[in-house]
């Protein structure tokens, strides 16, 4: 199948500046180096792909992966953009080798697993390099809560690695600029508002702890993750503890085969729930996977959350 996206206007615009190789950036422990610009790149699941994309870098794809297969795709990302799905779900190496790739953007847990047959040493064996998306390294060494600097760092490390910096810092100045601009704007917000993101399960529930992204998203619009604590960016925990820790507002990550509305009523019917603030306020606010998930999208994603946050 082909998979059609959006590329901004700005970046059309933009004229690449040559940068000088070699490049070096590091990737979450590894600092890997570029001669010159991929020209054959491969990227994983839809942030990631809005990241290649919002850089402009669509002339040096030659497809993608990991999309269609979890049911993560939007009609909103159809547009004039065409990109080959190489894998609906994770590739393989054979995959990847037969697309003759030169390069793999992904993530631990992002179209890769830790002691799997796709990572950056097995593929660095046949001459493709890998970066690895800053929230996922929790998986594989120590790092800092997510915070919106994990967008940051990729913009600017895949910006120089195909040679065109001053895309990235462009971008991120932008979403630094826009979000200022919001904050300013919007009245002082009080006490931080308990948040719980459900993004999928029914027996035991997957959610988002201080890694992950949406701690990040649910900080800046003024809300507390009540899974802060947990020591992992996408985790599965209890519901207990959910019932527990009384969240104010519910987040659903929209995507796969359960709609966020069907998450939604398996909370509201659920008696074992009645007493938690959100459901018994009926409380909900949805995110798409591709908003919830580090890329282009994090700052609507803020604004949307501050919004429900606000509406005590």
């Known amino acids: 199948m082909r998979l059609l996206f959006a590329l901004p206007a700005l970046l059309l615009a933009t004229p690449a500046l040559a940068e000088p190789f070699p490049v070096t950036v590091r990737s979450c422990d590894r600092d890997v180096t570029f001669e010159a610009a991929p020209q054959r790149a491969v990227s994983n ?29 939007e009609q909103a990302l159809a547009a004039g953009i065409e990109l080959p799905e190489l894998a609906p779900q994770y590739p393989s190496r054979e995959v990847l080798l037969g697309a003759d790739a030169d390069f793999y953007f992904a993530g631990w847990n992002y179209g890769m697993r830790v002691g799997g047959d796709v990572t950056p040493e097995t593929l660095g064996q046949f001459g493709i390099a890998v970066y690895e998306l800053t929230e996922s390294c929790i998986h594989i060494m120590d790092k800092p809560k997510a915070s919106l600097e994990d967008l ?43 948040a719980f993101v459900y993004d999928s399960g029914e027996d035991r529930v997957f959610t988002a702890g201080r890694y992950g992204m949406p701690t990040a998203l649910i900080e800046a619009a003024g809300g507390v993750n009540i899974a802060d604590d947990v020591a992992a960016n996408w985790v599965e925990i209890g519901w207990e503890a959910v019932i527990e820790r009384a969240p104010e507002v519910i987040v659903i990550v929209n995507y796969g085969n359960v709609t966020a509305e069907q998450k939604r009523d398996f909370m509201m019917t659920n008696p074992a729930f009645a007493d938690i603030p959100a459901v018994r306020n009926d409380r909900f606010v949805t995110l798409e996977y591709v908003e919830a998930t580090p890329g282009p999208r994090n700052i609507a994603a803020i604004k949307r959350l501050a919004e429900a946050f606000a509406a005590r």
């Open 45 to 73: 699941d839809v942030n990631l792909t809005e990241m290649m994309l919002a850089l402009g870098l669509t002339d040096h794809m030659v497809g993608v992966t990991g999309i269609s297969g979890w049911n993560k795709i």
């Open 152 to 194: 940051d760092v990729d913009l600017r490390n895949l910006s120089k690695i195909f040679g065109v910096p001053e895309r990235g810092e462009a971008l991120v100045e932008g979403y630094e600029a826009e979000l200022a601009a919001f904050e300013a704007g919007r009245e002082a917000v009080g006490e931080p508002v308990r």
